[in-house]
């Protein structure tokens, strides 16, 4: 057979043509034209070949591997996700332009610029940051943000008389772990609607007491007051709670009448139209806001009705307010706008944006994005950084100092303190405002504020009397039990409640 001839495969009598192979015959294992030896070490070869890709494919992946678990135990992503954000902050706070670290932005963003990327898109970093570039920009914003502030790791602590947990306890059923998260509260803002309407003094008008709930919801914490001082509860919401939940459904019917609700968004309320005709009606001499976890800008929209309360000279006066803030990461487009709006007048943030709106809506942007990393900070599993949590706390407290200065010009003192531990609330930082005696009375609990601890007991034993008293004449009304506040036929999984 010559080396042109065409291939021939015999079986029995039978002779095929066979196609050429689209490979050198010299490769094909056992080709009975080829030597064997060469197929073999061909084949040898090849193998070899792959043997050595595979392995080169296999380190890649080890590398890779090694390079995410390196980024990964230096948090390299989080770090990088808040320099992004300090590089951002001179375009809306032009004092930080000469204040941050120079070149501190290791992506080359100019930092007059806000990122136009959403932070959890961006490509994963291909270097680790500089923990040390972090803490220099992150003290550089401390040192601008922060000046004039009342930052949040050295607020007051006043939690109430931890006794009267136990009084407000048997007053009122729900499920264990609606209990066990909600009665410290309940008993710490009571203390301080308690404090500030007792310090009134000569403020207080004859008339009833009302206590008037800005975001009400089922009207329960408005009710206890009113039990405790001897007044009627307003609760005023945007919309009506249904009729399983609200307070006046299951309280004894003699406390029914000591219930107003006022249905509209607070945005809109006219207080001479739609508050005070109703007090007047009643025969309410005073007032005190109470106001808890609104979320988003409803904190400043309830301020804004408490401004607008105390600019029109009605006949029914404000003692106070008690207001306990919540979720800045929920300020929306629409509601920075509102936000700004609200706090036009404000020096802090006039002063830090140079009177540009432009230039407060982007600092808006910034720090509503980010107030959360505090509080994701405490759940199972999160990758925050502690110096993204400082971040969140500035943040936060750039956003709490416009609606701390607001309560300073409507009343003669206003401060604010944490009125619940972190672990059973995240959101536990708490506006007063009030008379300044009367201020000093509700931040003393001798917690932190340096007061001895004899003094702070003896400032809470009225408290305690009162809740005692109204506990008392509860359960005499309702035949001996606690108030049944389940929502039945509602079910949470979180709070272990099946709705019976």
Not at 17 to 45: F, H, Q, Y
Not at 317 to 336: F, M, N, S, W
Not at 341 to 370: F, I, K, M, V
Not at 428 to 444: D, I, P, T, W
């Amino acid at each position: 057979m010559t080396e042109d001839a065409p291939q021939e495969a015999c079986v029995g009598d039978q002779v095929w043509d066979l196609p050429e192979p689209p490979w050198p015959l010299e490769l094909v294992e056992g080709n009975v034209l080829g030597s064997g030896n060469d197929a073999d070490d061909a084949t040898s070869r090849g193998v070899a070949r792959l043997g050595t890709r595979h392995t080169q494919r296999k380190q890649r992946r080890a590398q890779k591997a090694q390079a995410k678990q390196a980024h990964g135990l230096s948090r390299t992503r989080e770090l990088r996700a808040l320099l992004d954000v300090l590089g951002a902050l001179p375009a809306a706070v032009p004092a930080l332009s000469s204040a941050l670290p120079t070149g501190m932005d290791p992506k080359g963003m100019p930092s007059t610029e806000l990122p136009t990327q959403p932070l959890q898109q961006r490509r994963a970093p291909t270097k680790p940051v500089d923990v040390n570039e972090v803490e220099a920009a992150l003290h550089a914003a401390e040192s601008v943000l922060g000046v004039g502030v009342q930052r949040y790791a050295g607020l007051p602590t006043a939690l109430g008389p931890v006794e009267a947990i136990e009084i407000l306890g048997a007053m009122v059923e729900r499920a264990p772990k609606y209990q066990e998260k909600y009665l410290g509260q309940e008993v710490s803002l009571l203390y301080k609607v308690h404090a500030l309407v007792s310090g009134a003094g000569a403020s207080r008008t004859n008339g009833t007491l009302a206590i008037v709930d800005i975001g009400a919801g089922n009207g329960c914490l408005a009710l206890l007051a009113a039990l405790i001082l001897n007044g009627v509860a307003v609760l005023i919401d945007h919309t009506l709670p249904p009729q399983e939940l609200r307070v006046e459904e299951k309280v004894p019917e003699r406390y029914r009448s000591r219930v107003f609700r006022i249905t509209g968004d607070v945005a809109d309320l006219d207080v001479d139209r739609d508050v005070l005709p109703l007090l007047q009606e009643h025969g309410v001499g005073s007032a005190i806001v109470i106001a808890k976890h609104l979320c988003g800008v409803g904190t400043d929209l309830a301020l804004g009705l408490i401004r607008r309360w105390c600019s029109s000279g009605g006949c029914v006066p404000l003692l106070g307010a008690v207001i306990a803030t919540c979720c800045g990461h929920k300020i929306g487009t629409e509601d920075r706008e509102r936000y700004a709006a609200l706090h036009a007048e404000d020096t802090y943030l006039s002063g830090l944006t140079e009177n540009d709106p432009a230039r407060l809506q982007a600092l808006l942007a910034l720090c509503t994005r980010c107030v959360a990393w505090r509080t994701t900070a405490g759940a199972l599993g999160n990758r925050i950084t502690p110096q993204q949590v400082r971040a969140a706390e500035l943040f936060e407290d750039a956003l709490q100092q416009p609606r701390l200065r607001l309560l300073q010009g409507s009343f003669p003192a206003a401060a604010e303190v944490l009125f619940i531990e972190k672990e059973k609330s995240p959101q536990n930082r708490c506006l007063l405002a009030g008379s300044l005696e009367s201020l000093h009375s509700a931040c003393n609990d001798g917690a932190s504020s340096g007061v001895c601890e004899t003094e702070a007991a003896a400032n809470m034993v009225p408290f305690v009397e009162a809740l005692q008293r109204a506990g008392r004449e509860l359960l005499e009304a309702n035949r001996g039990k606690p108030v049944d506040l389940k929502p039945h036929g509602f079910v949470s999984a979180k709070y272990d409640y099946d709705g019976n």
